[in-house]
Nanobody
Framework: QVHVVESGGGLVQPGGSLRLSCVVSEFSSDYYAIGWFRQAPGKEREGISCLSSADGTTYYANSVKGRFTTSRENRKATVYLQMDSLKPEDTAVYSC???????????????????WGQGTQVTVSS
């Protein structure tokens, strides 16, 4: 049974940084994509990044481009979301998802992912 677990959320002041982790277990293929999503209260889920295992290419939503960075550490089966210059509008529940194919779908297509984590709360407030 594949498991996806996020961690690292919390409360941070505007302009601050957080790093989220996404650990995938019981999955051994080298071909996958990891997507990061967020959902704020009363808003639809937003896809914010996708990392392809093929060559590490990462795609970002315009709302986070230049502020958020996705990276991976294969030996730990972990993908990170480094979030810098955080704004109050970044407040949301952040989730990562595993797609059992290395091609990143359009960021809005969350249904293309196969396994989801439970989410971690990020609150940006002074």
């Amino acid at each position: 049974q594949v498991h996806v677990v996020e961690s690292g959320g919390g409360l941070v002041q505007p302009g601050g940084s957080l790093r989220l982790s996404c650990v995938v277990s019981e999955f051994s293929s080298d071909y996958y994509a990891i997507g990061w999503f967020r959902q704020a209260p009363g808003k639809e889920r937003e896809g914010i990044s996708c990392l392809s295992s093929a060559d590490g290419t990462t795609y970002y939503a315009n709302s986070v481009k230049g502020r958020f960075t996705t990276s991976r550490e294969n030996r730990k089966a972990t993908v990170y979301l480094q979030m810098d210059s955080l704004k109050p509008e970044d407040t949301a529940v952040y989730s990562c998802a595993l797609r059992t194919d290395y091609v990143c779908p359009p960021l809005r297509l969350s249904a293309r992912y196969d396994y989801w984590g439970q989410g971690t709360q990020v609150t940006v407030s002074s």
